[in-house]
Structure formats: C-alpha cells, structure tokens
C-alpha cells in the first residue's frame, strides 16, 4: 500500500495550490482520508478530512474557509485545494488513509492522527510574505 503526495512548491501569501495524493496498492474507496501537516519545529497536525463518500468533512480552525478536500474514488485520489494561502501554512503536508475502518465518518476518528494507519512521503509547501 503506498500513498504518495504531491503538487507542494512555493507561493506567495494570497496565493493558491492543489495538492493530490494518488494511493496505490489498494482501493481506500470505504475509508476515510485525510491531511496533516507539520511545520519546521512543530508537531504534525490535523488539517482536514473527508469521509469514504465525501459526506462529511472537516478542517482545522486555521484552514476553515480557504481549504476544501475532495476525493475520487474511481481514481482512488484525494486533493486538497489550498486558497488565500499565508506565510503560517510553511510545512510539509502529508496525506494519510485508514484501511481498517471501513465507512467511519466520525469527527473522533477521522481527525485523530493515530486513527490513521496509511501514510504518504509529503509534499513541502511554502508560502512567502
């Protein structure tokens, strides 16, 4: 099983990216998906999440509003689109699927960075002021 992120470069602050993350391996289509980040000094954090169907997601405070996660299951693809980006958003953003659960879409699991067990490499994204 292999995630792998990619479309991370640099930007400037009031700029936008979109981040994808191709699974390989096998099919996440009953899983929920998500993005977490960490930042030069800091710890990973959650960024946002979306349920196996796309029904529910969820953000971050710091990102609500100017990021939005979507899925593809008949790609077995995820992205995140990242607008009105600031210098705060530095950090190598990885992508992340949990196999085991299948059709969850509980704020508990889905936003918890030990409920997911399927990591990418990361993408760095950085945003100058």
């Known amino acids: 099983v292999q995630l792998q992120a990619f479309g991370g470069g640099l930007v400037q602050a009031g700029g936008s990216l979109r981040l994808s993350c191709a699974a390989s391996?096998?099919?996440?289509?009953?899983?929920?998906m998500g993005w977490f980040r960490q930042a030069p000094g800091k710890e990973r954090e959650f960024v946002a999440a979306i349920s196996w169907n796309g029904g529910s997601t969820y953000y971050a405070d710091s990102v609500q509003g100017r990021f939005t996660i979507s899925r593809d299951n008949t790609k077995n693809a995820m992205s995140l689109q990242m607008n009105d980006l600031k210098p705060e958003d530095t950090a190598v953003y990885y992508c992340?699927?949990?196999?085991?659960?299948?059709?969850?879409?509980?704020?508990?699991?889905?936003?918890?960075?030990?409920?997911?067990?399927?990591w990418g490499q990361g993408t760095l994204v950085t945003v100058s002021s």
């Open positions: 391996g096998r099919t996440f289509s009953s899983n929920y």
């Open positions: 992340a699927a949990d196999g085991s659960r299948k059709y969850y879409s509980g704020r508990y699991y889905l936003t918890g960075e030990s409920n997911y067990d399927s």
